[in-house]
Nanobody, 120 residues
Framework: QVQLVESGGGMVQAGGSLRLSCTASGRILNIRTMGWYRQAPGKQRELVATITSAGTTNCADSVKGRFTISRDNGKNTVYLQMNSLKPDDTADYYC??????????????WGRGTQVTVSS
């Protein structure tokens, strides 16, 4: 009923930039927090950054000063601008949203992920 679709991943050299996008679609009434998580090979999924509908952001210490999360509430879209990328940023990046959909309570939805590879 609700789908999150990520785009913008790819391969980049260290020091480069990428911009991820994630759009939520479906019978959506409201979206509270949206965010990005990542999972590197052999590691647990970890928080990258979140943003509330009011624009309050939170991000992991490892990406502060390099990554910026933003959203367009009218488009149900969240973005992650990633600058000064490092090989340690290599991971699958997943979009998450806390969504109120028709005939459903608020619940978490996840995208399928987009791969980011940073070469040294």
């Amino acid at each position: 009923q609700v789908q999150l679709v990520e785009s913008g991943g790819g391969m980049v050299q260290a020091g480069g930039s990428l911009r991820l996008s994630c759009t939520a679609s479906g019978r959506i009434l409201n979206i509270r927090t949206m965010g990005w998580y990542r999972q590197a090979p052999g590691k647990q999924r970890e928080l990258v950054a979140t943003i509330t509908s009011a624009g309050t952001t939170n991000c992991a210490d490892s990406v502060k000063g390099r990554f910026t999360i933003s959203r367009d509430n009218g488009k149900n879209t969240v973005y992650l601008q990633m600058n000064s990328l490092k090989p340690d940023d290599t991971a699958d990046y997943y979009c998450n949203a806390d969504v109120l959909a028709v005939a459903n309570p608020f619940r978490d939805y996840w995208g399928r992920g987009t791969q980011v590879t940073v070469s040294s």
